[in-house]
Structure formats: structure tokens, C-alpha cells
């Protein structure tokens, strides 16, 4: 049982960790110390939605269709290695930073939908948590432990992320912060994407 949990949570964890445009907005949100707490219950709320529709909807249609799990892991290794490389070209670049936004209070409602939208609209979100996940939880003997360790993953990293960000102000200041973090979210795609590939 905690041979899934632990790959769930950690595999969970990585996959979320690949800074984007949700991650970006949810730290923005921390500094500005604004709908902190909403912000992240609704990232890590929709994390939860996501991963149980992988794990549970994947393993009836990999039943269904024998082949699929093995064009998705393939799918999932190709999109892994393309993702990794782009945070480490990024890495090498460097020159990205993040600064607090000097701006007023905004309502909740319009912060929400824009979360959600970045959320729910974003196709690799779909590829991280419903395809990848679910096709990795096919490969454990207890899939529904498998989804707990990774839902458990997203409400930690999210309201850490959320309620962290006032604490990580100096350091994404400066760009060679988002540097050593794009280097390590590369190197951790691509060990991912070879283990798929040697599954």
C-alpha cells in the first residue's frame, strides 16, 4: 500500500512543481497575500477532480482497449522529454523573474475565474494528471491508493506554494533563482520519461 501512496505523491509532486502560467498566477497571489487560501483550495481541488478521473476512468478503458496504456506511456515519455528540454533551454537562457504586482485588492470571484480557466483550460493539465498518472497507476496493484498519495501531493504543494510565496519574494526576485528551479524541473521530466520508457 505505501509503495503506491509514496509513487503517487512523489510522481504527483513533480509533475505539478514544472512552473507555468497556474503555478506563476498562484505564487503572484501569495505575495500580494490575496485569496491565498481559496486560490490554492481550488487549484488542489481540481488537481483531485483530474487525478481520480485518470486513475479510475483509465484503468476501465485500458481494459477495454490493451494497447492504449502503452501508447499513452510512450505519448507521456515523448511529451516528458519535449517539457524537460524546455525548462532547461530555459535554465541555459535564464532571465526570467518574478516580482509582487503593485496592485489593489481584486475581488475573489474574477481571481477564481481566471485560475480556472488557466487551470482547466491549459492541455497539459490534462496529460499530466488523466493520461500520465493514469496510465502510471495501472502499473500498481492498488490504483485508488496510488490517486490518494498524488491528490494528497497537489493540496500540500499548492498551499505550500500559496502560503510560501511571501517567504520566496527575495529569492524569485532574482533570476538565477528560476534558473536553478527550471534546471531541476528538466532533469526531473526526463528521469520520469525514462522510467515510462522502461516500464
Known amino acids: 500500500m505505501w509503495p503506491s501512496f509514496i509513487a503517487g505523491f512523489f510522481l504527483a509532486f513533480s509533475l505539478i512543481m ?10 503572484r497571489q501569495g505575495l500580494r497575500r490575496q485569496h491565498v487560501f481559496a486560490v490554492a483550495l481550488t487549484c488542489a481541488a481540481s488537481d483531485a477532480v483530474l487525478v481520480a478521473a485518470g486513475v479510475f476512468g483509465f484503468g476501465a478503458l485500458t481494459s477495454a482497449v490493451p494497447w492504449f496504456e502503452t501508447a499513452m506511456r510512450l505519448g507521456g515519455a515523448a511529451f516528458l522529454f519535449w517539457y524537460g528540454l524546455r525548462s532547461l533551454i530555459s535554465a541555459w537562457r535564464g532571465g526570467a523573474a518574478l516580482s509582487a504586482a503593485e496592485e489593489k485588492s481584486q475581488p475573489l470571484w474574477p481571481v477564481l475565474m481566471t485560475l480556472l480557466a488557466l487551470t482547466w483550460l491549459n492541455p497539459h493539465v490534462y496529460l499530466d494528471t488523466v493520461v500520465l498518472l493514469g496510465s502510471i497507476s495501472a502499473q500498481y496493484d492498488t490504483p485508488p491508493i496510488f490517486a490518494l498519495g498524488a491528490i494528497v501531493a497537489s493540496f500540500s504543494f499548492f498551499f505550500m506554494l500559496a502560503y510560501g510565496a511571501s517567504l520566496l519574494a527575495p529569492v ?13 524541473v528538466g532533469l526531473v521530466m526526463w528521469a520520469i520519461a525514462i522510467k515510462l520508457l522502461l516500464m
Not at 524569485?172 to 527550471?182: I, N, T, Y
Open 18 to 27: 514544472a512552473i507555468g502560467a497556474q503555478n506563476a498566477f498562484v505564487l
Open 172 to 184: 524569485f526576485a532574482r533570476p538565477r533563482a528560476w534558473q536553478v528551479l527550471d534546471l531541476g
